[in-house]
Antibody, heavy 123, light 111 residues
Framework: QVQLEESGGGVVQPGRSLRLSCAAS????????MHWVRQAPGKGLEWVAV????????YYADSVKGQFTISRDNSKNTLYLQMNSLRAEDTAVYYC????????????????WGQGTLVTVSS | QSVLTQPPSASGTPGQRVTISCSGS????????VYWYQQIPGTAPKLLIY???QRPSGVPDRFSGSKSGTSASLAISGLRSEDEADYYC????????????FGGGTKLTVL
């Protein structure tokens, strides 16, 4: 079955960087686009970024463009999110999520989600 | 302020039918598929409806989705206590740069 396991969260000071990872199993990782979605404490869902199945296309939310970078290593079945210049408003649970359809020219939306990793930006 | 507009709350008694609305615009719901997610507090969201009205395997047929123009709705019939959760609609948005937009979420209470 599809499993997505995020890691790398924790407490970080404002202005510092953090890299999240998402280990995938149970499906052909290299055939699916992958997303990051975040949820601030007590708030709703906010889409962060998506990367195509082969890494050739990436799309970002305006709120993180130029600050976050999504990437993937298909040889390791792992998705990444490099987060730089972190601010208090980046505090959230970060979920990785699998795109619903394989090998598409444009991503769809997500079917499976990981359990999330909490990032707290605080001095 | 979410791009897609949902009522913040909804409620019903066991066995009832409830509907949750999701309003958008021509750049999102009006031109793209709508997805619905259920999130029980403290857990990850779960896909309920994709492509406006399709149910993944394992999702009971008590859940149904529809779309008309720039609005969509999720209906839950035969309400059960385990349906108490937050519900989110989502869609791609084609304005300026492509991105995904969510509704603000609707907290469903089963009375």
């Amino acid at each position: 079955q599809v499993q997505l396991e995020e890691s790398g969260g924790g407490v970080v000071q404002p202005g510092r960087s953090l890299r999240l990872s998402c280990a995938a199993s149970g499906f052909i990782f290299s055939s699916y686009g992958m997303h990051w979605v975040r949820q601030a404490p007590g708030k709703g869902l906010e889409w962060v970024a998506v990367i195509s199945y082969d890494g050739s296309n990436k799309y970002y939310a305006d709120s993180v463009k130029g600050q976050f970078t999504i990437s993937r290593d298909n040889s390791k079945n792992t998705l990444y999110l490099q987060m730089n210049s972190l601010r208090a408003e980046d505090t959230a649970v970060y979920y990785c999520a699998k795109d619903r359809v394989a090998i598409v020219t444009f991503p769809t939306l997500f079917d499976y989600w990981g359990q999330g990793t909490l990032v707290t930006v605080s001095s | 302020q979410s791009v897609l507009t949902q009522p913040p709350s909804a409620s019903g008694t066991p066995g009832q039918r409830v509907t949750i609305s999701c309003s958008g615009s021509s750049s999102n719901i009006g031109s793209n598929y709508v997805y619905w997610y259920q999130q029980i507090p403290g857990t990850a969201p779960k896909l309920l409806i994709y492509r406006n009205n399709q149910r993944p395997s394992g999702v009971p047929d008590r859940f149904s989705g529809s779309k008309s123009g720039t609005s969509a709705s999720l209906a839950i019939s035969g309400l059960r206590s385990e349906d108490e959760a937050d519900y989110y609609c989502a869609a791609w948005d084609d304005s300026l740069s492509a991105h995904v937009v969510f509704g603000g979420g609707t907290k469903l209470t089963v009375l």
